[in-house]
């Protein structure tokens, strides 16, 4: 080979690697591709196996696959019959070494011991990018939501132990009750839990609903053209500026009449002060009939909005204070609609005029436009933070397709299992008569915080077996990542602190918090809270896994939660630097209304079984099983429970975590500057006999805390103080009462300290 020949073939491989490397490109890019179509075809036919006729011959034609990797996919697509299995099992067990006498199979499995659980190793609350064994579980939480909005159950929470704490073992018990349906309570005391049926009717505990997701929408939604009424006054702000009504009566065709002379074109009207619709109160025997009688007040010109479509009879929505009136004209009941709205579904006027209001609105809508380009301020907070999730949901990775919604037996199961907020009065003698104080602390804004991890996809359900079949690491993940479970509790001797884990009972509580020692109860929870109770830093309690739920970690409220803050911390900041008084009170208002967009668009993901109110004419016959609210000489007022719709939007399972995670930080939350714990606070580094209450997202002590406050979301901002000595409250009411003096005299102290 001569010189020339040389270089030619040099510049012909030059040529070739190009063409290699561009094959390879192509070959790896088809690689992707593959498999990202191969996991949808999993994921198709998984989904498919929620259908009870569904058949793994027909599936495996449809997909390409072999009736065996369906099967793999979906066991319970298994055409093999199951004397077949049994038999076959039955011939495996026999083809194997005799079993000592002592390890014959027995009604229990064995006792599964804990892994130690000590402080250094559970980094809780730092949103690490990857799950691992020492997987995140302190910071799950979420509290403010108000009593009034709380629908029930109460289930979760997170902790850790010290050093040298040992942490307590979990016994795994075969023998799980078994419930086919979700049935309430009828006697008082202790109450029932659900658990998982056996059979065909429990693989539906561990599915999705097939067809059912949640999407990313291709629209935007419409503005409503909105004004701001204060019903006392008669003044209304209305674009840039403000015109003093005549409201007559102040019913709602009056206020209609009026403002829709002013302002033509007018959908929505939000009432800042005035609450009409307890004009007259003192004649009915409940406030929501009162509510219901100003709603239904007869007008020649207006009449009851039904709605159309899925709206069809939505008529009134009526509340004890945040009613929601729909109106269409008696000439054109199809027509356009207005709704009379109060202020408070998104934040408390607390005085504040209808310009303020209306600046608060702008502000708001101002600080979303910031994180998303097609924000709308829809009706409620709810609303809007439903609409504001659905458009964070990825368009690429694993989850662009939308996130599954579970099945409706899996819904009901949290629904019935996983509450909300810890609400619970300490009697004495766990405290004293004679309070030497009242000290209220609250976490400032405590949801936003426990947003970053959340359970998706079908989850695994774990039987007591399988758990004591677990290594400790397996165990320690487990109840360290997204999971529900159900569990039998002891109260260890010596115990004197507050409850640590719920225990379901009969009446309007639900829920309350054993803390007796020696008290044993069996009840459902999150893994944050099992966790808490074996690894928390004063006495492990003894806990028995009977079953669970374990799902995939995921972040299907990260973004959102993110956005979120940012637009409450920059309204915040105005609220304190704004030159003009006028902007730094709408700035705060309207930081509290991203904190209700948050808390109720958290509250809507839990989606419980549906409560439609309508109204029917006088004499016409009403819809079958509803509870009539009231009535007067033209309509009947009712309500009934709709059960589940199929909403794309119902992730009961995010809501419980969260809530979850917000119970656990009332009792154990750190403060962390990077990697370092630098302090830590809750109802379980108090001193015990000084909890006097638990609110939700608060507590109130018998003294103060040297709990750290950076202003941050999750901590602990002291917010009244009482001086004592204070006679100990008997009732939730007489609490409020103290907690309204408390955060009074707190604030003329800070007052006189500023002077």
Same mark, same amino acid.
């Given at each position: 080979?001569?010189?020339?020949?040389?270089?030619?073939?040099?510049?012909?491989?030059?040529?070739?690697?190009?063409?290699?490397?561009?094959?390879?490109?192509?070959?790896?890019?088809?690689?992707?591709?593959?498999? =990202?179509?191969?996991?949808?075809?999993?994921?198709?036919?998984?989904?498919?196996?929620?259908?009870?006729?569904?058949?793994?011959?027909?599936?495996?034609?449809?997909?390409?696959?072999?009736?065996?990797?369906?099967?793999?996919?979906?066991?319970?697509?298994?055409?093999?019959?199951?004397?077949?299995?049994?038999?076959?099992?039955?011939?495996?067990?026999?083809?194997?070494?005799?079993?000592?006498?002592?390890? $014959?199979?027995?009604?229990?499995?064995?006792?599964?011991?804990?892994?130690? *659980?000590?402080?250094?190793?559970?980094?809780?609350?730092?949103?690490?990018?990857?799950? %691992?064994?020492?997987? !995140?579980?302190?910071?799950?939480?979420?509290?403010?939501?108000?009593?009034?909005?709380?629908?029930?159950?109460?289930?979760?929470?997170?902790?850790?132990?010290?050093?040298?704490?040992?942490?307590?073992?979990?016994?795994?018990?075969?023998?799980?009750?078994?419930?086919?349906?979700?049935?309430?309570?009828?006697?008082?005391?202790?109450?029932?839990?659900?658990?998982?049926?056996?059979?065909?009717?429990?693989?539906?505990?561990?599915?999705?609903?097939?067809?059912?997701?949640?999407?990313?929408?291709?629209?935007?939604?419409?503005?409503?053209?909105?004004?701001?009424?204060?019903?006392?006054?008669?003044?209304?702000?209305?674009?840039?500026?403000?015109?003093?009504?005549?409201?007559?009566?102040?019913?709602?065709?009056?206020?209609?009449?009026?403002?829709?002379?002013?302002?033509?074109?007018?959908?929505?009207?939000?009432?800042?002060?005035?609450?009409?619709?307890?004009?007259?109160?003192?004649?009915?025997?409940?406030?929501?009939?009162?509510?219901?009688?100003?709603?239904?007040?007869?007008?020649?010109?207006?009449?009851?909005?039904?709605?159309?479509?899925?709206?069809?009879?939505?008529?009134?929505?009526?509340?004890?204070?945040?009613?929601?009136?729909?109106?269409?004209?008696?000439?054109?009941? &199809?027509?356009?609609?207005?709704?009379?709205? %109060?202020?408070? &579904?998104?934040?408390?006027?607390?005085?504040?005029?209808?310009?303020?209001?209306?600046?608060?609105?702008?502000?708001?809508?101002?600080?979303?436009?910031?994180?998303?380009?097609?924000?709308?301020?829809?009706?409620?907070?709810?609303?809007?933070?439903?609409?504001?999730?659905?458009?964070?949901?990825?368009?690429?990775? =694993?989850?662009?397709?939308?996130?599954?919604?579970? %099945?409706?037996?899996?819904?009901?199961? *949290?629904?019935?299992?996983?509450?909300?907020?810890?609400?619970?009065?300490?009697?004495?003698?766990?405290?004293?008569?004679?309070?030497?104080?009242?000290?209220?602390?609250?976490?400032?804004?405590?949801? $936003?915080?426990?947003?970053?991890?959340?359970?998706?996809?079908?989850?695994?359900?774990?039987?007591?077996?399988?758990?004591?079949?677990?290594?400790?690491?397996?165990?320690?993940?487990?109840?360290?990542?997204?999971?529900?479970?159900?569990?039998?509790?002891?109260?260890?001797?010596?115990?004197?602190?507050?409850?640590?884990?719920?225990?379901?009972?009969?009446?309007?509580?639900?829920?309350?918090?054993?803390?007796?020692?020696?008290?044993?109860?069996?009840?459902?929870?999150?893994?944050?809270?099992?966790?808490?109770? *074996?690894?928390?830093?004063?006495?492990?309690?003894?806990? !028995?896994?009977?079953?669970?739920?374990?799902?995939?970690?995921?972040?299907?409220?990260?973004?959102?939660?993110?956005?979120?803050?940012?637009?409450?911390?920059?309204?915040?900041?105005?609220?304190?630097?704004?030159?003009?008084?006028?902007?730094?009170?709408?700035?705060?208002?309207?930081?509290?209304?991203?904190?209700?967009?948050?808390?109720?668009?958290?509250?809507?993901?839990?989606?419980?079984?549906?409560?439609?109110?309508?109204?029917?004419?006088?004499?016409?016959?009403?819809?079958?099983?509803?509870?009539?609210?009231?009535?007067?000489?033209?309509?009947?007022?009712?309500?009934?429970?709709?059960?589940?719709?199929?909403?794309?939007?119902?992730?009961?399972?995010?809501?419980?975590?969260?809530?979850?995670?917000?119970?656990? $930080?009332?009792?154990?939350?750190?403060?962390?500057?990077?990697?370092?714990?630098?302090?830590?606070?809750?109802?379980?580094?108090?001193?015990?006999?000084?909890?006097?209450?638990?609110?939700?997202?608060?507590?109130?002590?018998?003294?103060?805390?040297?709990?750290?406050?950076?202003?941050?979301?999750?901590?602990?901002?002291?917010?009244?103080?009482?001086?004592?000595?204070?006679?100990?409250?008997?009732?939730?009411?007489?609490?409020?009462?103290?907690?309204?003096?408390?955060?009074?005299?707190?604030?003329?102290?800070?007052?006189?300290?500023?002077?």
């Amino acid at each position: 080979m001569d010189r020339k020949t040389y270089t030619a073939e040099l510049a012909g491989l030059r040529e070739l690697r190009t063409e290699i490397t561009a094959a390879e490109k192509t070959v790896v890019a088809a690689r992707k591709e593959l498999d =990202k179509l191969t996991a949808q075809r999993a994921r198709r036919v998984a989904g498919l196996a929620g259908y009870e006729g569904a058949q793994a011959p027909a599936i495996a034609k449809a997909s390409g696959l072999s009736v065996g990797d369906v099967v793999r996919i979906a066991p319970l697509l298994d055409p093999t019959p199951a004397a077949v299995r049994a038999a076959k099992a039955d011939d495996q067990a026999a083809a194997a070494p005799d079993p000592a006498p002592e390890a $014959a199979p027995v009604a229990e499995p064995a006792t599964a011991v804990a892994p130690v *659980l000590s402080r250094p190793a559970a980094v809780l609350e730092q949103p690490a990018p990857a799950p %691992s064994a020492q997987a !995140e579980v302190e910071d799950l939480a979420i509290a403010e939501q108000p009593a009034a909005q709380q629908p029930g159950p109460a289930t979760s929470v997170t902790g850790e132990t010290e050093p040298g704490v040992q942490a307590a073992s979990y016994r795994t018990t075969a023998s799980i009750p078994v419930a086919a349906a979700l049935r309430p309570a009828v006697e008082s005391g202790p109450r029932e839990l659900p658990t998982f049926p056996d059979g065909p009717t429990g693989a539906r505990f561990e599915a999705v609903t097939t067809g059912l997701v949640s999407k990313r929408p291709n629209f935007t939604q419409q503005a409503r053209a909105t004004v701001f009424l204060d019903a006392a006054t008669g003044d209304l702000a209305v674009r840039d500026r403000v015109v003093r009504l005549d409201l007559g009566a102040r019913t709602p065709g009056e206020v209609l009449d009026a403002v829709l002379a002013t302002a033509p074109g007018t959908e929505r009207i939000y009432i800042t002060a005035g609450a009409p619709w307890h004009d007259g109160a003192e004649r009915y025997s409940t406030l929501k009939d009162a509510v219901a009688a100003w709603l239904n007040t007869p007008s020649e010109r207006w009449t009851t909005a039904v709605g159309s479509g899925r709206d069809k009879l939505a008529g009134h929505f009526v509340h004890q204070r945040q009613p929601v009136g729909r109106y269409a004209p008696a000439a054109a009941p &199809e027509g356009p609609v207005a709704e009379i709205r %109060s202020m408070g &579904e998104w934040f408390d006027p607390d005085g504040a005029d209808v310009v303020t209001c209306r600046q608060a609105f702008t502000l708001l809508w101002q600080a979303l436009r910031r994180h998303w380009d097609d924000a709308v301020l829809m009706g409620s907070p709810s609303q809007t933070g439903r609409d504001l999730w659905s458009r964070t949901i990825p368009t690429t990775g =694993k989850w662009a397709g939308g996130y599954p919604v579970l %099945s409706e037996e899996l819904r009901g199961l *949290l629904h019935a299992t996983g509450g909300q907020g810890r609400t619970e009065l300490i009697l004495p003698p766990r405290v004293p008569d004679q309070l030497p104080a009242l000290v209220e602390y609250d976490r400032t804004f405590a949801y $936003a915080k426990h947003l970053w991890k959340s359970p998706v996809g079908t989850p695994r359900r774990i039987t007591a077996a399988a758990f004591a079949a677990m290594t400790q690491a397996e165990q320690t993940k487990a109840l360290m990542s997204c999971s529900h479970w159900n569990v039998r509790v002891t109260v260890p001797a010596g115990w004197n602190h507050v409850g640590l884990l719920p225990a379901p009972v009969t009446g309007d509580r639900a829920w309350i918090y054993p803390s007796e020692p020696g008290t044993t109860f069996t009840t459902w929870a999150g893994g944050a809270e099992v966790h808490l109770a *074996l690894s928390n830093h004063l006495a492990p309690w003894k806990v !028995e896994i009977l079953g669970g739920l374990l799902f995939e970690d995921g972040k299907p409220l990260d973004e959102w939660g993110k956005r979120l803050k940012s637009a409450w911390a920059d309204l915040t900041n105005l609220s304190k630097l704004h030159g003009d008084e006028r902007q730094r009170t709408a700035a705060y208002l309207a930081s509290r209304a991203v904190r209700s967009v948050l808390l109720f668009g958290l509250g809507g993901f839990a989606q419980r079984p549906r409560l439609v109110s309508g109204t029917t004419p006088l004499g016409e016959a009403l819809p079958a099983g509803v509870e009539i609210l009231g009535q007067d000489d033209t309509v009947v007022t009712w309500q009934r429970q709709a059960g589940f719709s199929r909403d794309p939007y119902a992730h009961p399972e995010w809501a419980a975590y969260v809530w979850s995670g917000a119970r656990a $930080a009332l009792l154990d939350m750190k403060y962390r500057q990077g990697k370092e714990v630098i302090g830590y606070a809750g109802a379980l580094h108090a001193r015990p006999g000084t909890v006097v209450y638990f609110g939700t997202d608060g507590i109130a002590l018998t003294e103060r805390q040297p709990w750290p406050y950076r202003g941050e979301p999750g901590d602990y901002l002291l917010k009244g103080h009482l001086t004592g000595p204070v006679e100990h409250p008997r009732s939730q009411e007489q609490y409020l009462k103290l907690r309204g003096l408390g955060r009074a005299e707190l604030a003329a102290t800070e007052k006189g300290t500023d002077q």
